[in-house]
């Protein structure tokens, strides 16, 4: 049976990862309230909805990709029951393709494991100047055509 604690709005007594004490450090220090449950590892979609019932908050889906070369890196983050289209991700961004980042460039560069993907792992002073990660925003309107882009490139 998967595992999920009880809601706490505490940090952790002891964290698992640097990426986990950042974010820990980053909320205390700005005062930001928060929520949170303790589970065993989600990788799979039920397991998600299972944590987003329990928090009673909509679930997201992170993904972590890259080019050919695997030296621009890109964060889509979407609703949990949208699918993901590489087509249109990479038309909407003018590149030839995308392909899922390893799992050891995603803990590498953003600190995590497959299934704990966050926009938090900027957080980490881990992205050597070789690599590239777009902060992209694309609103999609309901039959697939982009209705808004911003892009951001760290210098």
Same mark, same amino acid.
């Given at each position: 049976m998967f595992y999920? @604690?009880?809601i706490t709005n505490t940090a952790p007594s002891e964290c698992?990862?640097?990426?986990?004490?950042?974010v820990y450090q980053a909320l205390e220090a700005l005062s930001i309230?928060?929520?949170?449950?303790d589970s065993d590892a989600a990788v799979?979609?039920? !397991?998600? &909805? !299972?944590i987003d019932e329990r928090l009673g908050v909509p679930i997201v889906k992170t993904l972590f990709?890259?080019?050919r070369q695997q030296t621009q890196f890109y964060l889509f983050i979407t609703s949990g029951g949208k699918p993901f289209r590489s087509k249109d991700f990479s038309t909407a961004l003018n590149i030839s393709r995308v392909s899922f980042a390893s799992a050891e460039k995603l803990e590498q560069l953003m600190g995590s494991q497959i299934g704990g993907t966050s926009v938090l792992g900027a957080l980490l002073e881990t992205l050597p100047? &070789?690599?590239? &990660? @777009?902060l992209t925003v694309i609103r999609f309107n309901r039959n697939g055509s982009v209705v808004a882009m911003a892009r951001r490139f760290p210098s």
């Open positions: 999920i @604690s009880e698992k990862t640097e990426l986990q004490k950042k309230f928060f929520e949170r449950v799979e979609m039920e !397991a998600c &909805l !299972a990709l890259c080019n100047r &070789l690599y590239r &990660l @777009s």
